[in-house]
């Protein structure tokens, strides 16, 4: 059983930034992809980026150039640092893990908040 616990959500104001984190334990060994996706109020949940055992990534068109994922293997976290943030990526963001043969673990969510 993997548990995810994310951190580093809050309010930001527009062209400021944030860190996100999320810790995964339990199970670890397993985890294959980590990512990120947000679900903004009335809209359904979408991905904002992915990163592979390996390093390599994915990004949604809407934050490229503005958000950077990155994962430390030792420390089984991955992190979304985001810049330059619009009101429009207010949201809460869902860390998640997927897990070989066992399917993909959800973290609580993290609000954030961006005021313009």
């Known amino acids: 059983q993997v548990q995810l616990v994310e951190s580093g959500g809050g309010l930001a104001q527009a062209g400021g930034s944030l860190r996100l984190s999320c810790a995964a334990s339990g199970g670890t060994l397993s985890i294959n992809d980590m990512g990120w996706y947000r679900q903004a109020p009335g809209k359904e949940r979408e991905l904002v980026a992915s990163?592979?055992?390996?390093?390599?990534?994915n990004y949604a068109n809407s934050v490229k150039g503005r958000f950077t994922i990155s994962r430390d293997n030792a420390k089984n976290t991955v992190y979304l640092q985001m810049n330059s943030l619009k009101s429009e990526d207010t949201a809460v963001y869902y860390c998640?893990?997927?897990?070989?043969?066992?399917?993909?673990?959800w973290g609580q969510g993290t609000q954030v908040t961006v005021s313009s």
């Open positions: 998640y893990a997927a897990v070989l043969r066992a399917g993909v673990y």
């Open positions: 990163i592979t055992t390996g390093g390599s990534t």
